[in-house]
Every structure is written in structure tokens, then in C-alpha cells.
């Protein structure tokens, strides 16, 4: 499979730990997305990477939020501290050079607080 | 700020109605729209923008200034069209975030 690979594809912790999920884009794409989204709702934007560069953050990124691109390849997007309020599916996309407007989603993974 | 709204959660037509999934935004500046589609247990892919002008499976969907919309539409709705549908806009100066509307489920009855 050549698409955007996301692992965990189901995470399920303890209020208070922290998670690590990581991405896997489509190889030579130099873009990089991360979105959440809660159930009932559309995607919402989280971050955004070229290459290694985070270019844009949301306000929804709080401190508890970190993600990093180090070699322009995989991305990790770590929460500390989860709270309930993280329990969501996160989004991860890639776009090439030549096509940023086309976004390519992996499966994404579902992460449950309790 | 943009804001991107579907008014109908769910849309529910007959095979070989015609479909119009509504969608209005709110974005002062020059916005790119675009239509995402999710089928049953497959992955979010993009399905239209409004750049290209084109028609995917059959849709079309033109950018309404004046409105501020972006309907979706099929004049003949098929089975294999049911899937959620969001519709998307892309700020001017962004470098490639997406704000989503909150999605509608479009259901195709035979």
C-alpha cells in the first residue's frame, strides 16, 4: 500500500498519560497535515509541515500538543498529559510539490481517553 | 475567520434523483473550495475543486460568489454515490489548511 499510513490505527489510555501516533506519508510528498476530528463533526486543523518546516498551528494545539517532521519524512504528533476531552480521531495527510491543493488522508487513529 | 457550513446532516434520495448537497462559507478573501467524499470504511479522498471545473462521477459544483456557495450536484443520483461528503475551503494566504464543514450523509435508496 502506497498511501498515507498512520500507526496506531486505535489507541486507548488513562487520563493523564501521554501518546505518541506517527505518520507516514506518501513517499515524495513533501507536505504534511495533521487534523482531529470529534464525532459528528468535520475535520479540524491542527498543524502543517513542509518538509521539516511546521509552517502553520492552530489555536487548537495547545501546549499539551507537540509534532515534529525531523527529516521531512514521518511525522509524530504527541500529546501529553491527555485529558477526555482529547478522545478523537486524528488525521493524518501528505499533498506533493506540484498539487498542494490535493490532500491525500491516511486511516487515521483513534485515540479513547478514560 | 472562515467558516464553512452544510446545513443538512443527512440527505436521502432515490436512485436516479437528482442531488444537491449544500454548502456556504464565510471568508472575506479568495477562497479555493473543494468537495472531500468518504465512502464506507475507505479513507477521506478529494472529489472536486472548484478551480478545475470539472466533473468527478458524474458531479459538478460551482463557486457562487454572490452566495457564497458551493453546491454539490448529480442529476442522477446512484447507489454507489452514498458516503459522507464534506466540503472544504482553503484560505488564500494558507499555505494548505483545510477548514471543514461538519459533513452531510448522503444515502442513495435503489
Known amino acids: 500500500d502506497t498511501g498515507v499510513s498512520q500507526d496506531p490505527r486505535h489507541k486507548i489510555t488513562k487520563r493523564g498519560q501521554n501518546v505518541t501516533f506517527r505518520c507516514d506519508p506518501i513517499?515524495?510528498?513533501?507536505?504534511l497535515y495533521w487534523y482531529r476530528q470529534t464525532l459528528g463533526q468535520g475535520p479540524e486543523f491542527l498543524t502543517y509541515f513542509q518538509n521539516e518546516a511546521q509552517l502553520e498551528k492552530s489555536r487548537l494545539l495547545s501546549d499539551r500538543f507537540s509534532a515534529e517532521r525531523p527529516k521531512g519524512s514521518f511525522s509524530t504528533l504527541e500529546i501529553q498529559r491527555t485529558e477526555q476531552g482529547d478522545s478523537a480521531m486524528y488525521l493524518c495527510?501528505?499533498?506533493?510539490?506540484?498539487?498542494?491543493?490535493?490532500?491525500?488522508f491516511g486511516p487515521g487513529t483513534r485515540l479513547t481517553v478514560t | 475567520a472562515q467558516r464553512v457550513t452544510q446545513p443538512e446532516k443527512l440527505l436521502s434520495v432515490f436512485k436516479g434523483a437528482p442531488v444537491e448537497l449544500k454548502c456556504n462559507y464565510s471568508y472575506s478573501g479568495s477562497p479555493e473550495l473543494f468537495w472531500y467524499v468518504q465512502y464506507s470504511r475507505q479513507r477521506l479522498q478529494l472529489l472536486l475543486r472548484h478551480i478545475s471545473r470539472e466533473s468527478i462521477k458524474g458531479f459538478t459544483a460551482d463557486l457562487n460568489k454572490g452566495e457564497t456557495s458551493f453546491h454539490l450536484k448529480k442529476p442522477f443520483a446512484q447507489e454507489e454515490d452514498s458516503a459522507m461528503y464534506y466540503c472544504?475551503?482553503?484560505?488564500?494566504?494558507?499555505?494548505?489548511?483545510?477548514?471543514f464543514g461538519q459533513g452531510t450523509i448522503l444515502t442513495v435508496h435503489p
Open positions: 513517499s515524495e510528498h513533501n507536505r
Open positions: 495527510a501528505s499533498s506533493p510539490k506540484d498539487s498542494p491543493y490535493e490532500q491525500y
Open positions: 472544504a475551503l482553503r484560505e488564500g494566504t494558507s499555505y494548505g489548511k483545510l477548514t
